[in-house]
């Protein structure tokens, strides 16, 4: 049987972690920041604090990841510490809600950003008869949304050619993106200062405790993806050594580029021409630099979202690949292109559904209601490091998480506070998000007896 090989090495797996990172996040999510909490400096200590919160789920991952370098991430650590029921839940969830969901999201936001180029993009392409669309009309399909698809699709065939196709497409994209982000970020450095009032706050900021953590969830959406390479853990060479060098150095780099990034924001631009500004980057370039400014950062935007779009895809389809090899999953998704050594069924299956999703142009709402069990999972991941310690005590392991078990326990904390305040500002979506993962459940006992019919010979 035809096995994935470890074609990926250190910087490839870097670029996963920086590639998939930073997308569209860093050029939408200071509007809401601000918005959140009222003044620059507050934004900043979000930054900060999110940031540091996202390198102890790295820490921790870096000792789980060396410890279990096998395809499917998360999924291997859940079923380890509390048995397969969650490792099933979590793959259930990636493929048909979360990666599948931030796919679609990726490969919309480029449409977006292209047709301020091409505005025919946005035209109606044709109608499908079905009540899905606005006021339970017929759904309207746009030349964009097929333009989107395309992008999946071809990017999907890319990587089913190889990990090493895919890894050497993210390592120069990555660079790329990382190059033109530098640009944006000396324009606004050595651009001067800006007309509008920096001192001044954002008026009518929500502020104290129920701001910060409205800012930070924002935060956090822009600092998500920093755990996809350990999906692709089976095929990093030397794991031991090189997973916790990409986690670790990925999520640092992600994090000071990231405050690089909104110092040159607000030292054009006021608190309240942020906060008004839907592409704040392009807001900043306008000022210094003119039109011709603002239409560089959407080839920036695009040129990151299609860096994310590629390690997504590229990470994502070893999930269900993993469940389906344990024998949790439809069984197609487990096989190996002996060839190119990748999951070719499952990378082009997952990119297929995610297309579904940018058809539908329902994609946002499976995003909102899957959040809270999310957090969930998340939480149980980052907390099995624990767990393990105890439950595997001589197990070993090549890294240990520096700050054991503080910081592990800081980011489930956090998590926790996140799931509460999820819970409480959108309890319907919510309890929705946890019905939509109970649909998995049928799915699980019918995989489970197919494997106590195989142990007893039936």
Do not use: C
Request: glycine share 12%; no cysteine.
């Amino acid at each position: 049987m035809s096995q994935l090989r470890r074609d990926l090495g250190v910087w490839g797996a870097a670029s996963i972690v920086v590639g998939t990172v930073i997308g569209s996040g860093i050029f939408l999510v200071p509007k809401q920041m601000i918005q959140a909490t009222g003044d620059p400096a507050t934004v900043f200590a979000v930054w900060i604090f999110g940031g540091l919160l996202t390198l102890a789920g790295a820490l921790t991952y870096a000792e789980l990841a060396a410890m279990m370098p096998e395809a499917g991430g998360e999924y291997n650590y859940l079923n380890a510490a509390y048995g397969p029921f969650w490792g099933f839940i979590y793959g259930w969830t990636q493929m048909w809600v979360a990666k599948s969901g931030s796919i679609a999201t990726l490969a919309t936001g480029f449409f977006y950003y292209l047709a301020n180029f091409r505005p025919e993009l946005e035209g109606r392409a044709f109608l499908i008869p079905v009540p899905l669309g606005d006021g339970g009309g017929p759904l309207e399909v746009r030349i964009g949304q097929l333009l989107a698809i395309a992008v999946i699709m071809g990017l999907g065939i890319l990587n089913w050619f190889g990990v090493k196709v895919g890894g050497r497409v993210q390592v120069g994209v990555t660079i790329l993106k990382v190059a033109l982000i530098a640009g944006i970020i000396a324009v606004g450095v050595l651009g001067g200062q800006g007309s509008g009032e920096p001192g001044l706050p954002y008026a009518g900021a929500a502020g104290g405790v129920a701001g910060f953590f409205a800012a930070l969830v924002a935060a956090l959406w822009a600092y998500d993806g920093w755990n996809n390479v350990s999906m692709v853990s089976s095929e990093v060479k030397q794991p031991q050594r090189n997973l916790p060098r990409a986690l670790i150095y990925g999520t640092a780099g992600v994090v000071v580029i990231y405050l690089l990034t909104n110092y040159s924001y607000f030292r054009v631009l006021s608190a309240s021409e942020v906060g008004q500004s839907d592409r704040v980057a392009a807001a900043m370039m306008r000022q210094v630099l003119g039109g011709w400014g603002a239409d560089a950062v959407s080839v920036v935007a695009m040129i990151s979202i299609f860096a994310a779009l590629n390690g997504s895809i590229l990470s994502g389809s070893r999930v269900p690949y993993a469940l389906a090899r344990d024998g949790y999953f439809f069984a197609p998704f487990a096989r190996v292109n002996a060839q190119h050594a990748t999951p070719g069924f499952s990378i082009l299956a997952l990119s297929a559904w995610a297309s579904v999703l940018v058809l539908s142009g329902r994609y946002d709402q499976l995003l909102t209601l899957v959040i809270f069990p999310s957090w969930i999972l998340y939480g149980m991941a980052t907390a099995s490091v624990i767990v393990l310690r105890r439950k595997f005590p001589h197990a070993e392991r090549p890294y240990r998480t520096i700050g054991y078990p503080v910081i592990p326990a800081l980011f489930v904390l956090v998590a926790v506070l996140l799931i509460y305040f999820t819970l409480r500002n959108s309890p319907r979506e919510s309890l929705l998000g946890l019905v939509l993962i109970a649909a998995g459940i049928p799915f699980y006992r019918y995989w489970r007896g197919r494997q106590g019919e195989r142990r007893i010979g039936l």
